[in-house]
Antibody, heavy 123, light 108 residues
Framework: EVVLVESGGGFVQPGASLRLSCAAS????????MHWVRQAPGKGLEWVSQ????????GYADSVKGRFSISRDNAKRSLYLEMNSLRPEDTAFYYC????????????????WGQGVLVTVSS | SYVLTQPPSVSVAPGQTARVSCGGD??????VHWYQQKPGQAPVLVVY???DRPAGIPERFSGSNSGNTATLIISRVEAGDEADYYC???????????FGPGTKVTVL
C-alpha cells in the first residue's frame, strides 16, 4: 500500500522559514518523481514543485520560484520542501504527491497523495 | 499559461448521470486526469489519460476528451459521489501542471 505522510507544518509569521517533510512507503520511491501541491483553505489545487527520481531535475511554480526549494533523500525515502520568505498567500494545505513516472513530463499525473499538512502564515 | 475552465457546480439526482466539463484550448490533444476531493480529505485520482480508471475506482466513473472539452462522467450517481472534482493537464515546460478551478457535484 502506498503511504505518504507529511510533517513540519505550523503557524509562522511573514518572512519566516519552514521545512516540510514527506515520508514515503509502499512503492519504489527511488524510481518515482515527486511533487508538492497546495490548496489554500476553501480554494482550488495549485501545483507547487516537482523533482525527478534522482533529484537531478526540479521545477517550481512562478508563485514560489526563488523562495522554495525541493529536495529528496532516496536512502531515507523522504521528500522535502524548504520554504523561505513565507507570505500570507502561502497559507495552505501542502500535499506530497507521487508522480506516475520517474520524470515529470507531458501526460504524467499524481497517482497518490498524502493527507496534507497545514501551513499558516500570519502576523 | 494554459487556462482550464470548469462549471462551479453540478447538481444531479441519485441514479442519474453527472457530467463535469473541463474546457481548454485544443484540450483534446492533451491527456486529462480527474480527481475527486471530499471535504477534509486529500484528492483521489478517479480517471487518468482521459478514460482510464485506477484500481478500486468504480466503473461508474468514466471520461471523454475531444476538441476543446474533456468530460468526467459519473453514471448511476450515489450520495457518496458528492465531492469537488478537479481536472488536470500538462501546461507546458514553463507551467507544467495546471488544475481546473474545480466543480462541486451535489447529489439532490
Amino acid at each position: 500500500e502506498v503511504v505518504l505522510v507529511e510533517s513540519g507544518g505550523g503557524f509562522v509569521q511573514p518572512g519566516a522559514s519552514l521545512r516540510l517533510s514527506c515520508a514515503a512507503s509502499g512503492f519504489a520511491f527511488e524510481e518515482s518523481a515527486m511533487h508538492w501541491v497546495r490548496q489554500a483553505p476553501g480554494k482550488g489545487l495549485e501545483w507547487v514543485s516537482q523533482i525527478g527520481w534522482n533529484g537531478a531535475s526540479s521545477g517550481y511554480a512562478d508563485s514560489v520560484k526563488g523562495r522554495f526549494s525541493i529536495s529528496r533523500d532516496n536512502a531515507k525515502r523522504s521528500l522535502y520542501l524548504e520554504m523561505n520568505s513565507l507570505r500570507p498567500e502561502d497559507t495552505a494545505f501542502y500535499y506530497c504527491t507521487k508522480d506516475s513516472s520517474g520524470v515529470p513530463a507531458s501526460g504524467t499525473f499524481f497517482d497518490y497523495w498524502g493527507q496534507g499538512v497545514l501551513v499558516t502564515v500570519s502576523s | 499559461s494554459y487556462v482550464l475552465t470548469q462549471p462551479p457546480s453540478v447538481s444531479v439526482a441519485p441514479g442519474q448521470t453527472a457530467r463535469v466539463s473541463c474546457g481548454g484550448d485544443k484540450i483534446g490533444y492533451q491527456s486529462v486526469h480527474w480527481y475527486q476531493q471530499k471535504p477534509g480529505q486529500a484528492p483521489v485520482l478517479v480517471v487518468y489519460d482521459d478514460t482510464d480508471r485506477p484500481a478500486g475506482i468504480p466503473e461508474r466513473f468514466s471520461g471523454s476528451n475531444s476538441g476543446n472539452t474533456a468530460t468526467l462522467i459519473i453514471s448511476r450517481v450515489e450520495a457518496g459521489d458528492e465531492a469537488d472534482y478537479y481536472c488536470l493537464v500538462w501546461g507546458g515546460s514553463t507551467d507544467p501542471y495546471v488544475f481546473g478551478p474545480g466543480t462541486k457535484v451535489t447529489v439532490l
